[in-house]
């Protein structure tokens, strides 16, 4: 073999560390994608749906947060319903981040950028009594909620189907159920009457 050959075989199956390159699209650009979807339209359902991924990637960590700190006799069932809620959490944080994505946008994905941009307000870093847990879930829910409901509005005006159906048949519905689970926890009824 030559050298240059021998050389390149050699090295065939050894990864090529410490790869630096250029960024080649900035966050809160759209790349021109043939959906039949206007520029403007795009865009503003990319800026929607980066609030709402941005929102719903904090309440899935203030799930998780929340699982395993969880304290008290409802321990159990808790534990368990708030570590489901995060996973389905989870699934709509995937399908929103695709959505941006499918539009021709960038999903925001690094840690320190989504706390730049939530709002929903950060918690203690220690461990908060059962009810202000779940009350803190139920705000952030209510945040999401109200903005997903925006946006249902505004993909309707703008006649993206698709992020508007992702909103209001997974999203919304989603969010809803999940508040609903975690607000009868805080009603005080006695599990015996005398």
């Excluded at 703008?158 to 609903?180: A, C, H, I, P, Y």
Aim: proline share 5%; net charge negative; hydrophobic share 40%.
């Amino acid at each position: 073999m030559q050298t240059k050959e021998r050389k390149k075989h050699e090295m065939g199956s050894q990864p090529l560390l410490h790869q630096h390159g250029v960024e080649i699209q900035k966050f809160g650009t759209q790349r021109n994608l043939p959906i039949a979807l206007a520029s403007v339209a795009r865009s503003e359902s990319c800026e929607y749906l980066n609030q709402i991924l941005a929102d719903s990637m904090i309440l899935y960590s203030l799930y998780k947060k929340h699982h395993w700190l969880m304290r008290g006799p409802t321990f159990y069932q808790l534990h368990l319903l708030l570590d489901k809620h995060a996973n389905e959490q989870l699934v709509l944080i995937d399908l929103v981040g695709e959505r941006v994505q499918t539009l021709g946008g960038v999903a925001i994905a690094d840690p320190r950028h989504v706390a730049e941009i939530t709002k929903i307000p950060r918690p203690p870093n220690g461990v908060e009594e059962v009810p202000a847990m779940l009350s803190r879930l139920l705000e952030a829910h209510e945040l999401i909620v109200a903005e997903v409901r925006e946006a249902i509005d505004h993909t309707a005006i703008n006649k993206d189907g698709g992020t508007n159906d992702l909103l209001m048949s997974d999203v919304l519905r989603t969010n809803e159920l999940q508040t609903w689970f975690i607000v009868e926890h805080l009603v005080d009824t006695p599990i015996v009457q005398s």
